[in-house]
């Protein structure tokens, strides 16, 4: 029997002759939220102390929000609204909303202890009339971006970073007083490097851990106005009681070839500190240039995907393809990435990259693409560890790894651009990706044709 997490993604792949989703869901006519707060205190930040450097969020759609629980900070204590218009944070509650905040997390001191804890929410009303079904997955993945973004610049000053994907999720929007359309998702703590619950931590908040909604069924009850409202309705943790801590699960060795890719172009800490020079994001919708990857570029673009960790919301269920068509000294091929050995293991030989850009919406923007990231998971056996809870946590690991290619490239002077309308199941066939497993996000690499 197929967890429902592996009905609601099927529901979701975009196909070459579908016509739209013929469920209606008149989500237009569900107001914006109004995140103007009136009356509450504000604090302007400066460009130094921005949670988010150069968020990635639905193609410009402004479809994540973000709350962060500030203590012993240069503002006073409280729960804060990001305002990433104004650039200000906007004090929406107290001690009160803080220990109700702290309830719903089955590890209460990662919470009352950090310096700043942020929490991430989903607001559908501004994804859906783009990804109609898939917005909730696309969402997820947006989330995940806007954590690794956080994540990586903590890490350029210094902080420990320990990624929360764990909680009561109904007790979170009722603490910080969220609509039916806006659901929280995904949390990130920062500690100072001295601290003791980051010195005491287990696992050091790699994500060695996640936990499982396993043993708390999906009960149908009430119609729901979209599919993603039941799957979330799956993935919510009701009753932390109830939920399994679940260990990572061990890397196997993998059959093919292997390619040990080189050694990191840069130290890391040239990255952290250039990181704070980069620009906005370079112009995506163009086709790339046609230009050989270098070797050194290519294994640096890959090696770097663990700036934001790889498996940073926990278990270790993601896998990573590589689908190399023009990069120096690498034969042309799908590879499957394992980052704990920093290899490739060749899958399949030589690909038509003809064949590879009819996979897309639109072939023109997969054009001498020098190399392509395709993340899966095979659903059935993350859920029978995760329960429904496990898409939730494929999702933002995978957004995690979309933004921290964006920018590994982007310090390299190359492109890295997620494509949203893929034929998932023609490029499966194509890149020798078992049947078994699902995508969640394709990734192209290559260099930017200036205009």
């Known amino acids: 029997m197929q967890f429902y997490s592996e009905t609601y993604h099927e529901s979701t792949l975009y196909a070459p002759r579908s016509v739209g989703d013929p469920i209606a869901l008149h989500w237009e006519t569900v107001p914006l939220a109004d995140k103007r707060y009136v009356g509450a205190k504000r604090f302007p930040l400066g460009e130094s102390k921005r949670p988010l450097h150069a968020p990635v969020f639905a193609d410009g759609l402004q479809s994540v929000a973000v709350y962060v629980v500030i203590r012993n900070g240069a503002v006073p204590d409280g729960v804060y609204y990001y305002d990433t218009e104004s650039q200000e944070l906007v004090n929406i509650g107290q001690k009160p909303m803080m220990s109700a905040i702290a309830d719903a997390f089955p590890e209460k001191e990662i919470v009352t202890q950090a310096e700043e804890f942020y929490i991430y929410t989903g607001m559908m009303e501004r994804a859906v009339w783009r990804y109609r079904e898939a917005s909730y997955r696309q969402v997820q993945v947006d989330v995940g971006a806007a954590c690794a973004d956080t994540m990586i610049y ?123 020079f980069l620009g906005e994001p370079l112009v995506k919708k163009v086709p790339f240039g046609a230009v050989t990857m270098d070797l050194d570029d290519f294994s640096s673009i890959l090696r770097w995907m663990e700036m ?144």
């Open 154 to 276: 903590a890490k350029s000053k210094g902080k420990r970073v320990f990624p929360v994907g764990a909680f009561v999720d109904d007790a979170v929007a009722v603490a910080l007083g969220l609509g039916g359309s806006e659901i929280p998702l995904a949390a990130v703590a920062l500690f100072p490097e001295n601290s003791a619950v980051a010195f005491n931590s287990v696992d050091e908040g790699v994500g060695e851990f996640a936990y499982s909604n396993r043993n708390e069924t999906l009960e149908p009850g009430m119609r729901y106005p979209a599919r993603f409202m039941l799957q979330n309705r799956g993935e919510c943790i009701n009753e932390l009681s109830r939920c399994v801590k679940v260990r990572r699960v061990a890397t196997k060795a993998l059959p093919g070839e292997e390619f040990p890719l080189a050694p990191s172009k840069f130290p890391a800490d040239y990255i952290m500190r250039e990181i704070w």
């Open 308 to 451: 934001g960790q790889f498996n940073a919301f926990g278990a270790g269920l993601l896998k990573a393809w590589v689908v190399v068509f023009d990069a120096m000294f690498v034969y042309p091929g799908s590879y499957r990435y394992v980052p704990v050995r920093k290899s490739l293991y060749m899958q399949a030989g030589q690909l038509d990259i003809k064949k590879f850009v009819k996979c897309f919406a639109i072939p023109e923007q997969a054009q001498n693409t020098s190399f392509a990231v395709i993340l899966t998971a095979d659903l059935s056996e993350a859920c029978s560890l995760l329960g429904e809870r496990a898409y939730r946590y494929l999702n933002l690991n995978a957004g995690a790894l979309v933004e921290t290619l964006d920018v590994s490239a982007r310090l390299l002077n190359k492109c890295a651009r997620a494509e949203h309308f893929v034929f998932h199941e023609n490029l499966k066939k194509l890149c020798a990706i078992p049947e078994k497993e699902s995508i969640l996000s394709t990734i192209l690499v290559g260099k930017v044709l200036r205009r």
